[in-house]
T-cell receptor, first 112, second 115 residues
């Protein structure tokens, strides 16, 4: 039973364009969401997060949007750069719990 | 400063053998987590250590898996009588104080292959 789903295993985007990565969740108790980025042979690194009291959080080229009614969040990268090519994981937690529940990841490929 | 380190980076073993995986967290971090990532899957929580508190072992898949953390620093994950389904990347993460919204910092992982 996957509580956090990333339905696109991969995504290819032209350099300079917007990349949109999607994530859906089923547990309405989740109230904190994170995106991690992972390069091959490295561990995931934290990218950006959002609390359920917000619907948007922005950090430079990265923006995360949260739609609680749809149980959906998305990560926007604008403009996309070659160094953004990586696997992106969505993760969620209940505020009172340290356990992260992870999606399966989306491999983003930025084409030059 | 140094990040989270894990050893070995790769481990190939035969079914039925025991393996030990090591994690060195970031100095000063009191919280330590072990995760497992099977092929095509997200990360699966295994175990959590916070300071001197009893660890949360709720994610360990069977009693063949155990972990300890000595002196509040280095941690060892042990898998006894390995099975082919144990093949995965085992990731360790640490965080400063175990506060629920703080960032977890990951090591590069140990890739375990059980033949």
């Amino acid at each position: 039973d996957q509580q956090v789903k990333q339905n696109s295993p991969s995504l290819s985007v032209q350099e300079g364009r917007i990349s949109i990565l999607n994530c859906d969740y089923t547990n309405s108790m989740f109230d904190y969401f994170l995106w991690y980025k992972k390069y091959p042979a490295e561990g995931p690194t934290f990218l950006i997060s959002i609390s359920s009291i917000k619907d948007k959080n922005e950090d430079g080229r990265f923006t995360v949007f949260l739609n609680k009614s749809a149980k959906h969040l998305s990560l926007h990268i604008v403009p996309s750069q070659p160094g953004d090519s990586a696997v992106y994981f969505c993760a969620a937690k209940k505020d009172s719990n340290y356990q992260l529940i992870w999606g399966a990841g989306t491999k983003l490929i930025i084409k030059p | 400063g140094a990040g989270v380190s894990q050893s070995p980076s790769n481990k190939v073993t035969e079914k039925g053998k025991d393996v030990e995986l090591r994690c060195d967290p970031i100095s000063g971090h009191t919280a330590l987590y072990w995760y497992r990532q099977s092929l095509g899957q997200g990360l699966e929580f295994l175990i959590y250590f916070q300071g001197n508190s009893a660890p949360d072992k709720s994610g360990l898949p069977s009693d063949r898996f155990s972990a300890e953390r000595t002196g509040g620093s280095v941690s060892t994950l042990t898998i006894q009588r390995t099975q082919q389904e144990d093949s995965a990347v085992y990731l360790c993460a640490s965080s400063l104080g175990g506060v629920v919204q703080e960032t977890q910092y990951f090591g590069p992982g140990t890739r375990l292959l059980v033949l």
